[in-house]
């Protein structure tokens, strides 16, 4: 996925590729593109188009790519030889030039891959994760079958090896490893009945192997030059038709159609992005999916090719990590070998409920118009348009093999447009994710925790099943994964994972449909859960746009981690921390700035050296030291200076006394309070008083951290602020959703007053980083409230800041 820091040169990639894309010429470039892009002749640009047209397997016929590569059986074993090095899923939208025309199916080109793979002993791991779940769903390899197969390999490479040392004259290769692989597509292959079959390349030697109701489907397909649903055919002759790699699968979308993405099942693998076109559209869909949206409506959102967006779609179909809403399974009598499918059976994924009206399963427009490249109709090099002889495509077809009835009783009906309610759109970091999946809390918890990560949204549809995961964690089943030792350590973060997971379970059942929260005109909303850095992979007016028509208010959980990179929201209302700034070291120290108070702290730049402490900090036993973007940790004064400068070589550091004097606390959380807000009353402490009166807390919610640097001396500061409902507590958290309803906080009355505040901290905090910055350095250009800047990661300090209890000023230090 896109996590470039750097917006603008992502926009001028885009800018690039439109041109490309858009078939526009040499000679109709401007000028300027031309020496943007550094295209300074003809050659230039024809090799940016060959390499782009590769890179995203772009068809040769109507693309810009057959005016420079003139051998278009050469670009496509070009493009094919280019996806599989590059590990990207097979190009099934190009499936009849490559299944049709040269005989290459998606079953052989993973094959050829894994091969590659484990003859370079590759990890498991070196596959992305779709291609990964493609792998596994056709190849039946997933990691535990991969790791048996490098074994294997190993095994007769080193036994080949050793007998060409003793047979010194032998010119033999190492053996092959293609007969340790599966020979056809696994037996257990899931087809929908709506998905339609096309005929591959059939030989004469081919027709011999088939039996007769694979022949008769094979003529019919030949004789009507046209597709064929899946459901009108006999269901295991296609099934092994396909296996044999005689005939291919389109899976049809429709500008129409509805698309759910479910929890994700067993077939998804979690391995590693590595940022391909397909892969990055693959996610910007998965978090922007809506069924409450169809395609055409998404593709007009995020401003994409609505033929790249059904083709992203049907690959989500295809994997099975989405389904149509709009389908309904219940098909009435088709085929009779399909009768299975009444019960749901070899389904993997439940049908829809049946109340839901479906369009019309016939191919759309999209589909034909991918017919039309290469019919293989004796020249791959031919320019001319290619027709096909269709029938009339609403016409359903009888079936050659006993078929009974068709589908003409089928509704074509398309859902009718309804006015979307919007939502609460309830934020989340991956750490959340981290403690649902490592926190092993349920069976089927952790299948949802990997849908928050990689989808980046669990929508209020499926939070029923979530809430039931969540209901079943108990102290009990969280205390039967802990080691038989008791390590007190493994304990505690047991602890904290079951915490975090029925605190997450509260703040749902409160923010779902309750119809305290909002005015009575909107009433109750549903919940979308949504991962922060998901939404932020979006192009910023892509993202609010999608964040405007989608939700109401977005909520944030706290706190958000200080690695997390996100952009502002602009212009909707926002429970949370409004820059991504508020959960970095610069907001404590601007804290401490407004109210003159905190704990002694040192702001060190990146490369310089600590020599000795200052005097302010050389009383402390303990110190608390936060490494850029990362969680804060404790470390004791002895050999500080040799932790804090190895720390100085790859990172600033935020040095902060913690702790001084005999303590009697028992462990260091004891030292620190947190105060949740809006303040019920300030309990006449004169700092909390001073904060409320720098900074709006009133208006929003989260909490105040106070620490207690001596136990000798029961003086409090403030160590930290942070916005959003906490889930680490149960208490603080039930504190504030009161809070919430008691002071109306997402009634319309204080929203204006909540945007105008929140604009007026993030200007304040932007100025007060500027403000310990060199004059001559670049501008971090951070974002207020209602900018669009892109995502960018906090402003590292250029200098050092030391502030001692009460002021502040710049220090000058050595290098390292």
């Known amino acids: 996925m896109i996590r470039s820091t750097d917006n603008d040169l992502y926009m001028e990639t885009q800018l690039a590729e439109h041109y490309i894309r858009t078939n526009v010429e040499w000679n109709h470039l401007p000028a300027e593109v031309k020496q943007k892009f550094g ?4 050659k230039d640009y024809d090799k940016a188009i060959l390499t782009f047209s590769i890179k995203h397997q772009l068809r040769y016929k109507g693309n810009l790519v057959r005016k420079v590569h003139k051998d278009s059986r050469k670009y496509y074993d070009d493009l094919l030889r280019y996806s599989r090095e590059h590990l990207m899923l097979f190009p099934y939208h190009l499936s009849e030039i490559y299944v049709k025309g040269l005989r290459v199916t998606p079953f052989s080109f993973y094959i050829d891959m894994i091969s590659d793979l484990i003859l370079q002993e590759k990890s498991y791991d070196t596959l992305p994760n779709f291609t990964a779940a493609d792998c596994l769903r056709l190849l039946g390899i997933g990691r535990n079958q991969y790791i048996e197969l490098i074994n294997q390999s190993r095994t007769i490479l080193q036994t080949t090896r050793k007998k060409m040392f003793l047979s010194l004259t032998s010119s033999k290769t190492p053996a092959s490893i293609r007969h340790l692989l599966p020979s056809q597509p696994v037996d257990s292959l899931h087809i929908q009945p709506w998905w339609i079959i096309n005929l591959g390349c059939v030989t004469d030697d081919d027709v011999k192997q088939c039996t007769n109701e694979e022949k008769l489907i094979i003529d019919y397909l030949i004789d009507e030059k046209s597709s064929k649903l899946a459901g009108e055919l006999n269901y295991d002759a296609i099934r092994a038709l396909y296996r044999k790699g005689l005939v291919y699968l389109d899976v049809p979308v429709s500008d129409n159609d509805y ?17 391909d076109y397909f892969e990055v559209l693959l996610y910007k869909l998965f978090v922007s999916t809506d069924e409450h949206t169809n395609v055409g409506e998404l593709s007009r959102i995020l401003t994409l090719d609505i033929d790249l967006v059904k083709q992203t779609m049907s690959m989500f179909l295809r994997l099975g990590f989405a389904r149509k809403k709009n389908l309904d399974y219940d098909y009435g009598v088709i085929h009779t070998t399909w009768k299975h499918f009444s019960t749901g059976a070899n389904l993997q994924l439940p049908p829809p409920p049946k109340e839901i009206i479906i369009t019309s399963p016939t191919m759309d427009k999209s589909l034909l118009e991918w017919k039309t490249d290469l019919e293989m109709d004796t020249s791959l090099n031919d320019d001319d348009n290619i027709s096909i002889g269709t029938t009339d495509e609403q016409k359903i077809l009888l079936s050659p093999t006993n078929s009974v009835n068709s589908l003409d009783n089928t509704s074509t009906s398309i859902v009718s447009g309804t006015l979307k309610q ?3 759109g309830f934020l989340f970091d991956s750490s959340l994710t981290a403690f649902l999946m490592m926190g092993n809390l349920s069976p089927n918890l952790k299948t949802h925790a990997v849908t928050m990560f990689e989808v980046g949204k669990l929508a209020d549809e499926i939070l029923v099943s979530f809430l039931q995961e969540l209901e079943k964690i108990s102290p009990l089943s969280q205390s039967s994964i802990q080691s038989s030792d008791d390590d007190n350590q493994s304990q505690g973060e047991a602890d904290r994972y079951f915490l975090h997971a029925r605190v997450l379970y509260q703040t749902i059942l409160f923010l779902r449909l309750n119809n305290d929260l909002f005015d009575d005109d909107i009433g109750s909303l549903g919940v979308d859960l949504i991962r922060y850095e998901s939404l932020s992979s979006l192009d910023s007016n892509i993202r609010q746009r999608l964040i405007e028509r989608n939700y109401h208010i977005l909520i944030s959980m706290a706190p958000v981690t200080a690695e997390t990179i996100y952009s502002p929201f602009n212009s909707i209302d926002y429970l949370g921390p409004c820059l991504q700034e508020m959960n970095s ?3 404590k120290l601007f804290i401490y700035h407004l109210i003159k108070s905190g704990p002694p702290s040192l702001l060190l730049s990146k ?5 000795t402490l200052p005097d302010c900090l050389k009383i402390f036993d303990k110190f608390l030291v936060t490494t850029w973007n990362h969680e804060p940790t404790y470390i004791s004064n002895v050999n500080i200076l040799l932790s804090i400068n190895e720390a100085l070589l790859h990172s600033a550091v935020l040095l902060q006394g913690f702790s001084y004097g005999n303590n009697n606390f028992k462990d260091d959380n004891q030292q620190i309070r947190h105060i949740p807000f809006p303040f019920e ?14 900074i709006d807390i009133q208006s929003t919610c989260g909490y105040v951290s106070m ?12 160590l930290d602020v942070r916005f959003g409902i906490p889930l680490f507590d149960e208490q603080i958290s039930e504190t504030i959703r009161n809070s919430i309803v008691k002071n109306k906080l997402c009634r319309k009355e204080k929203v204006q007053q909540r945007l105008k505040s929140l604009e007026t901290l993030s200007t304040s ?10 004059s001559d350095s670049s501008p971090c250009n951070m974002p207020s409230h209602h900018s669009s800047h892109g995502i960018r990661s906090t402003c590292l300090p250029k200098r050092s800041v030391l502030f001692d209890g009460e002021t502040f000023k710049t220090i000058g230090l050595p290098s390292s």
């Open 39 to 42: 295209w300074n002749t003809e």
């Open 259 to 275: 698309i759910q993405v479910p929890p994700l099942g067993s077939g998804f693998v979690m391995n590693r992005i590595v940022g």
């Open 422 to 424: 919007k939502r609460i």
């Open 585 to 587: 070291v610069w907001m």
């Open 607 to 611: 490369g310089s050296r600590l020599n």
């Open 681 to 694: 009353s300030i309990e006449q402490h004169p700092v909390l008083e001073q904060l409320n009166s720098a």
């Open 707 to 718: 620490l207690t640097l001596s136990s000798t001396n029961s003086q409090e500061v403030v």
């Open 765 to 774: 905090l932007t100025a007060f980083i500027e403000l310990f910055q060199p």
